[in-house]
């Protein structure tokens, strides 16, 4: 089956869509004129989402959107977090991780430990788009995405660190700094929702480890009829809370996203051992255009898009209850 080609990026509307980079608070006001929205986490989100508006402007659909975004983002290996240039596992090499949820029919696929795929998450749209499943993982993720003319490298070089890791002829410290992840949501012009989440996951992982982001309601999810959520940092302390499907009901009950992104921090924090220290950020965007962030025990930077642009914005850690 032939490749999908991804929407391209036109260097005018590219140009139109640069924003100014300001530090602003989280939360913003209903901009329902002003679709199509995006919102992407870290400073790299400012460039996933002008690649999503841009693929906009050039007649994509939502899911070309989050799928362009986060390509380069994957592309770039920004932040050594994302793509197949981000930290690798305890045994010397990346297994990466990507999900991508559309509101409308409540669709997802999603790709867990693949090795040698470049766009884990072109792999995670055809999982939703091409198969009954939702979740591939390891090899059958990289055969599937593969058979889909997905972009790959060669892995031969991986036996040996695979065998060594077996035969426990392992480093003594690997590195395990670093687990950040792109989370872009986009609201299309009609009203509907879709999100994408790529990660190499956490530094020096065990081989096998699947963290947050791959998995619908924890990394990132969507109910089209009232909003999106998508999560960044130590996955484990997200995906014990189902915290995005969590920050979404919170939504269905009446708050907006900034009040629903602060609770979810709250709420974790009192159950969990850890208190605040989870080092857990997340962002919403909900069906009216309205955005908000929060971070458990840092600044936070994200950015934030509509069609007067992007702009990079931070929030401070909450204020512990």
């Not at 070309?64 to 977090?81: H, P």
């Not at 409540?106 to 995670?124: K, Q, W």
């Not at 994200?302 to 512990?320: C, I, K, Y």
Request: charged fraction near 20%; hydrophobic fraction near 40%.
């Amino acid at each position: 089956m032939p490749m999908r080609q991804p929407s391209r990026t036109p260097l005018v509307a590219s140009l139109l869509l640069l924003g100014a980079c300001v530090s602003a608070p989280g939360a913003s006001a209903p901009i329902e004129n002003m679709r199509p929205v995006v919102i992407g986490t870290w400073p790299f989100g400012q460039i996933a989402g002008e690649h999503a508006l841009a693929a906009f402007a050039a007649g994509g659909s939502r899911l070309d959107a989050v799928e362009a975004g986060v390509r380069e983002i994957e592309r770039l290996s920004s932040d050594g977090s994302v793509g197949l240039g981000g930290r690798p596992n305890a045994a010397g090499y990346p297994q990466l991780d990507a999900c991508i949820l559309d509101g409308v029919g409540h669709r997802a696929g999603c790709v867990a430990g693949v090795e040698g795929i470049v766009h884990p998450i072109s792999a995670a749209r055809w999982v939703m788009e091409d198969s009954k499943h939702v979740l591939l993982v390891g090899e059958g993720a990289r055969w599937f995405a593969l058979e889909h003319g997905v972009e790959s490298v060669g892995i031969e070089d991986l036996t040996a660190k695979k065998q060594a890791w077996v035969a426990r002829e392992r480093p003594a410290a690997p590195d395990r700094a670093g687990h950040d992840t792109i989370a872009l949501l986009v609201l299309d012009a009609q009203g509907h929702l879709a999100a994408g989440c790529s990660t190499s996951g956490a530094g020096g992982k065990l081989p096998g480890r699947v963290g947050d982001s791959p998995i619908p309601g924890s990394g990132i999810y969507v109910d089209d009829e009232i909003g999106a959520a998508g999560a960044t940092g130590i996955g484990e302390n997200v995906m014990r809370y189902c915290a995005t499907y969590q920050i979404v009901e919170f939504m269905r009950e009446g708050m907006d996203p900034q009040r629903a992104c602060e609770e979810m921090i709250h709420r974790i924090a009192r159950v969990d051992p850890r208190g605040y220290k989870l080092d857990i950020c997340f962002i919403a965007l909900d069906k009216h255009g309205r955005t908000g962030a929060a971070a458990s025990n840092q600044k936070f930077p994200f950015a934030v898009g509509d069609l007067h642009g992007t702009q990079a914005r931070s929030v401070e850690a909450v204020v512990p209850r």
